[in-house]
């Protein structure tokens, strides 16, 4: 009632501007809004729920080994959720366990959902996607693989913040390149892999000459990976991991080999997490907004009720360079002969 009459509006429209219902005026959003604001007014979300057919609750549902996604991929939801008075559960789901499938389908009867994101490779289980459409509860995919069409969904540009790490790396210099790859089940995995392709061949690069091993984008992978890319292939003089844990994993198999960084061999990584930064030398990376992908999932379902369909822009992808990429030792040691 204080803030009805703090707007100089009705009850009934303070009600739609915090229930975020469709077709109320700007100005009578604005003004409500702003009545709120000197208030201090907070929304009580069960009372809201009883009022209408909202719980206020959205879930975000991930199976990724990476703490530092994880994180921030919560960190961006529930920035968003909160603003918009609403809570937010974290559940993780093991893909490779029937039960924790099973979980899912209980949890979604046991707890009402205005909605679900789904991270990588959740977000391309057709038990999932299945389980979720028959209870009619919208959702939005992050990164999706397979079927893009079938629900709105939020990429960042994997190939290009690929490609840029591809040339940065061909200029400096490096031909003979290893590669460590993500998941095949991953959909960043594949746009990573062709985003690095498709720049090294242009760069006459041919993608034939490159070794590859394959990771989960954990960093014991990586560090497995390492060892054999660089145990057993002295010719390479970089590595790029599809992740940050993973080149982290490759340079701690140059250290444990005596291999230098960068002089020896140059590792790249993705993602710009605290792995990234955490090493020494810092690596070299490809910094995608989670947080921010996570927070516009998260308004998508609470303010559009997630669109069956939705074209938006992937979010962009930048290269970070740092102290573990150098010039090529070939081209160093051309310099040194002339």
């Known amino acids: 009632m204080d803030v009805a009459q703090a707007a100089g509006v009705s009850v009934k429209t303070v009600s739609r501007v915090i229930n975020r219902e469709p077709h109320v005026r700007e100005k009578l959003v604005a003004k409500v809004e702003a009545a709120i604001a000197s208030l201090g007014f907070v929304p009580n979300s069960a009372a809201r729920s009883l009022a209408g057919t909202r719980s206020f609750v959205i879930g975000a549902f991930f199976d990724n080994p990476s703490p530092f996604y994880l994180a921030t991929l919560q960190a961006g939801a529930m920035q968003a959720c909160r603003a918009a008075g609403y809570h937010l559960i974290i559940e993780q789901l093991d893909l490779k366990d029937e039960a924790a499938l099973g979980r899912f389908e209980q949890t979604l009867r046991t707890v009402r959902l205005d ?3 789904l991270s990588p490779p959740v977000t391309d289980n ?22 893009p069409e079938r629900s709105p969904a939020l990429w960042a540009d ?118 990234a930064t955490f090493t020494w030398p810092q690596i070299t990376t490809a910094r995608q907004p989670i947080a921010d992908m996570s927070a516009a999932a998260a308004r998508m379902l609470i303010e559009k009720g997630a669109p069956k369909t939705i074209s938006v822009a992937p979010f962009p992808v930048m290269l970070i360079a740092r102290g573990s990429t150098g010039p090529s030792r070939d081209i160093v040691r051309q310099r040194g002969k002339s």
């Open 115 to 117: 909605g679900a994101i």
């Open 126 to 147: 057709p038990r999932v996607l299945a389980l979720l459409e028959t209870r009619g509860i919208p959702c939005v995919r992050l990164a999706p693989l397979t079927e």
């Open 158 to 275: 994997d190939e290009a913040g690929a490609s840029a790490i591809a040339r940065h790396l061909c200029e400096l210099g490096h031909r003979h390149i290893g590669f460590v790859a993500g998941p095949p089940d991953h959909g960043a995995s594949a746009r990573r892999r062709a985003g690095f392709y498709t720049e090294l061949e242009r760069r006459g690069v041919s993608v034939s000459s490159l070794v590859v091993v394959e990771g989960d984008f954990s960093f014991d992978s990586g560090m497995a990976a390492g060892m054999e890319l660089l145990g057993g292939h002295p010719q390479l003089t970089a590595v790029f991991a599809a992740n940050d844990d993973m080149a982290a994993g490759v340079l701690a198999a140059a250290a444990r080999l005596k291999i230098s960084v960068p002089e020896d061999v140059s590792v790249a990584g993705f993602d710009d997490s605290p792995a």
